[in-house]
């Protein structure tokens, strides 16, 4: 029923004003509501806060979002709102824009993106204190005569006429020498109102840095950057691709840019994948910009909401995040720089599904700036709109000082001997280059892009794998534990002596995860001090920042990990680069297995050479003559995405076809099956009513299958596949059909728009 249809005329007469907000609810209806601002609320109301609302059944006060201001009454009596709740606005006009554009392409409830955009602690106000303030009002004409002042009242009264400005509740209590009965009966009788104020009381800080020298560009650095000056300095929408290698200066030449944009009086934002966002990295930008916030998920609640709080009062001039600082609320936004933006990290696996990259690029076109996009090895989607013009193409074809980059050496597993007694994460070739690279003083990486110690249990009389007892994934042995564990939902339980199916009392341990690699340095290397990252050392509490401090001063000599140490880091005195297996993510049925792979690759080579003593890089694989890997090892990131890209183009997949993945998923297995089948039924009758109105519309509508995980946290589930070349016609028919087609009882859809996994 609509919630403005039973109003009282109360209501009414109490809201006189002539003015009305459209308001946003969190929740799953796509739709604003508009309701009467009353008096005391008049100066408050504003675009972007939000406010306490009668909604739905009951009239339950409901918090919703402000989304537009309008002296144009609803077709039906307005009911008031009962608050506005923020003082200063969460979200700015071009944000709010930018949020409606989202629910759109992503399919998802405006409420609900709004509801993700502002994080929580700033809508909880962490970090401030409500105060409460009073103010004298001119009492009401024809006054009762039991709204007569007694003369304490009328002497308190005075006195804030006489002050003729808002005072502190408690501070007026002082100056008066009364108590608050005599406050409260003049705001009884309407000569005093009351009003609230939310103040910080936590401003976060970022430390000083002494301020960095600035070098002297190379010339291809100030070619890139001329054309992004260009653009700031006109004052338009242009969307760049730096394309350079590692170590090429990329990140020089953003700072420059960003110089440019806060001699201009405005704001950048800088988005870095989670895992970039290094001391490291905040230092470079801190030594030049000293008024930085910097978002990241380890911040107090009361430091995210200060941050916020500072953006919005433009106090910084540089907010540097990761995926969720794209909504930071700046006032004037001058450019977007998104670094590595090739990095799965920046899409949001909850819903909404959005990309932060596609986000800042259509943030940049709303507020008519440019955006930069930096990578070493772009994500397809980036290269063909650069191909295409779509992205202006900048590129910085070589190291800094002509550094080469590292020569890379296959080692082909399958010739290496696997003799009893030795070691199999490291073969002999690897194992004499980390010697030689400590030997003459070097430093190490090796990469192994798996967690634990045993990657599978299984029983080599039935071949039983044991499996997550929620989800169809096999179980990890983690030794540090002595668990078995799920890294899809991270059940664990005692890993079993017998096999759990045949009995057999001598079930195995396969496959090579980093805690086994550990064990294996600590054999072939007792004397070198050597030091584990992944998420497991992480999640013990310790901070990748130590360690990686070690690392520099080199007290740490060996630094081995899953793909954490693979990205962004930049030592000059590593000189090998060890790939312990190259195949991790070679076969995942997925169809971006080989562009993961390949920019994994040549990632962690990037890691070496950095200095004036070079560097060299060995890779392990099974799969020596797989063109991904071929490519990589010759740093040919332009021949392997022709490649690529001719695969794609001949399947329709992204970046040819906009893909949308849609998992039905239910605790049981046959209503999952059965709502797939209904549901791609339905799709395939509305893209017949797609075909009458667009003729041309070309739409693939692959499955219902199970997915590659079948079940997954207990649940099981079927995906289908859309994909057509223009994004109308794929949202069309699925914001269609999902709209005929409500998931039965007990069965979940849910829509990945642009999905990076397919698993
Ligand atoms: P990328 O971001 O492409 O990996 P960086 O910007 O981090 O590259 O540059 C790599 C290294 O070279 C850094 O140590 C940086 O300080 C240095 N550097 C960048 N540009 C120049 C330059 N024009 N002259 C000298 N050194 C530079
Ligand atoms: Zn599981």
Request: glycine share 6%; aromatic share 8%; charged share 20%.
């Amino acid at each position: 029923m609509h919630p403005q249809g039973q109003v009282s005329l109360f209501s009414q007469t109490e809201t006189q004003t002539g003015l009305f907000v459209d308001v946003v609810f969190p929740g799953p209806v796509d739709k604003s509501w508009r309701y009467a601002v009353p008096e005391e609320w008049v100066r408050q109301v504003e675009i972007g806060k939000r406010v306490q609302a009668p909604f739905g059944r009951g009239n339950r006060s409901s918090m919703g979002y402000c989304v537009a201001v309008t002296t144009e009454p609803p077709p039906v009596p307005a009911k008031p709102i009962r608050r506005v709740l923020d003082d200063l606005p969460l979200l700015s006009p071009a944000l709010l824009q930018l949020t409606r554009w989202i629910a759109e392409y992503y399919l998802c409830p405006w409420g609900e993106v709004l509801q993700a955009v502002v994080p929580r602690p700033a809508r909880l106000q962490a970090g401030t204190r409500e105060r409460t303030f009073v103010e004298a009002i001119l009492p009401p004409l024809a006054a009762p005569s039991s709204a007569a002042l007694t003369p304490r009242q009328q002497a308190v009264y005075t006195l804030l006429l006489q002050l003729g400005r808002p005072v502190e509740w408690r501070e007026l209590l002082r100056q008066a020498g009364c108590g608050p009965t005599v406050l409260r009966n003049l705001i009884r009788k309407g000569y005093v109102r009351q009003t609230t104020q939310r103040q910080a009381t936590v401003t976060p800080q970022v430390a000083e840095v002494p301020s960095a020298t600035s070098v002297q560009l190379t010339p291809a650095q100030q070619q890139a950057l001329q054309a992004i000056e260009t653009a700031l300095r006109a004052g338009r929408f242009e969307a760049f691709l730096l394309f350079g290698v590692t170590g090429s200066g990329k990140t020089e030449v953003y700072l420059r840019a960003i110089e440019h944009v806060v001699r201009q009086g405005r704001q950048a934002i800088v988005l870095v994948p989670e895992i970039s966002l290094t001391p490291q990295t905040i230092e470079r930008f801190r030594g030049r910009f000293p008024r930085i916030a910097v978002l990241h998920s380890h911040l107090s609640d009361a430091e995210r909401a200060g941050f916020w709080r500072q953006i919005v009062a433009g106090e910084a001039d540089v907010i540097i995040g990761a995926r969720s600082a794209i909504f930071a609320p700046t006032r004037r936004l001058g450019l977007i720089v998104v670094d590595e933006e090739h990095e799965p990290s920046f899409k949001q696996e909850t819903a909404p599904h959005y990309h932060a990259r596609d986000v800042a690029v259509k943030r940049a076109q709303l507020e008519n700036i440019p955006v930069v996009l930096g990578s070493a090895t772009p994500s397809l989607e980036s290269w063909h709109n650069a191909l295409t013009q779509r992205y202006r193409l900048l590129q910085l074809p070589k190291r800094i000082f002509d550094r080469p980059l590292p020569p890379v050496h296959i080692v082909d597993l399958r010739h290496e001997p696997t003799a009893v007694g030795r070691p199999r994460a490291i073969s002999p070739p690897l194992e004499e280059a980390i010697r030689t690279a400590l030997r003459a003083g070097g430093q190490v990486i090796l990469l192994l892009n798996r967690r634990g110690f045993d990657t599978y249990i299984l029983c080599p009389a039935c071949g039983h794998v044991v499996q997550c007892r929620f989800c169809s994934v096999a179980l990890t042995y983690h030794r540090d534990r002595n668990q078995a564990v799920c890294h899809y939902c991270g059940y664990e339980t005692a890993p079993p002596h017998r096999c759990p199916r045949c009995d057999l009392p001598a079930i195995r341990h396969f496959g090579l995860g980093t805690q086994k690699l550990e064990a294996e340095l600590n054999l072939l290397f007792p004397d070198v001090t050597k030091c584990r990252m992944d998420s497991d050392v992480m999640r013990r509490g310790q901070k990748y920042g130590p360690i990686l401090d070690a690392f520099r001063r080199g007290d740490i000599r060996i630094l081995f990990g899953t793909q954490m140490i693979a990205k962004g880091l930049d030592f000059p005195q590593v000189t090998l680069v060890g790939v312990v297996n190259a195949d991790t993510a070679l076969y995942l049925p997925d169809f971006r297995a080989a562009e993961r792979t390949f920019q994994l690759l040549a990632q962690v080579a990037g890691r070496t050479g950095r200095g004036e003593r070079g560097g060299r890089v060995l890779v392990q694989t099974y799969n020596p003559d797989h063109p991904c890997i071929r490519l990589a090892a010759h740093h040919d990131y332009v021949a392997f995405a022709e490649q690529e890209l001719a695969a794609r183009r001949a399947l329709g997949y992204p970046p040819y076809g906009r893909m949308a993945r849609l998992v039905v998923r239910s605790r049981r297995d046959d209503l999952a099956y059965q709502a797939a089948q209904t549901l791609a039924a339905q799709f395939r009758q509305h893209l017949q009513q797609l075909l009458q109105r667009e003729p041309l519309a070309q739409v693939q509508i692959l499955g219902p299958a199970p997915c590659p995980l079948h079940r997954l946290r207990n649940y099981y589930r079927y995906q289908l596949v859309v994909l057509a070349p223009k994004v109308f016609w794929r949202n069309w028919l699925i914001r269609e059909t999902l709209a005929h087609t409500p998931p039965p009882e007990d069965v979940l859809y849910s829509v990945d728009i642009d999905p990076l996994q397919v698993l």
